[in-house]
């Protein structure tokens, strides 16, 4: 069974960091393109970081540009996502994702497994 996992989450103050993690289980995560996406109250869920497993390409959203990075520690099996200087337009829940051989990076309906989401809350 392909199972996705996120933890990490949680309550930071504006100008603070998170690392999510984002642990697979059932799959080699190394095989597969890795989504972070993020979906904020009645809004449409975006990606935020995503990167492929061959070619090395990536998709960052300009709004994370320079603040947020994505790294894979395949011996864990284990993807991460590093935010830092966040800021309260951050706040949603977090999910990874993750898809085959995707010709687009970052395109939610393109990623065949997900995580349950992890809460991030960016506040004074």
């Known amino acids: 069974q392909l199972q996705l996992v996120e933890s990490g989450g949680g309550l930071v103050q504006p100008g603070g960091s998170l690392r999510l993690s984002c642990a697979a289980s059932g799959f080699t995560l190394d095989y597969y393109d890795i989504g972070w996406f993020r979906q904020a109250p009645g809004k449409e869920r975006e990606g935020v970081v995503c990167?492929?497993?061959?070619?090395?390409?990536?998709n960052i959203a300009d709004s994370v540009k320079g603040r947020f990075t994505i790294s894979r520690d395949n011996a864990k099996n284990t993807v991460y996502l590093q935010m830092n200087n966040l800021k309260p337009e951050d706040t949603g829940v977090y999910y990874c994702a993750a898809g085959a051989l995707l010709i687009r990076l970052c395109v939610p309906k393109d990623y065949a497994s997900w995580g349950q989401g992890t809460q991030v809350t960016v506040s004074s």
């Open positions: 990167i492929s497993t061959i070619g090395g390409r990536t």
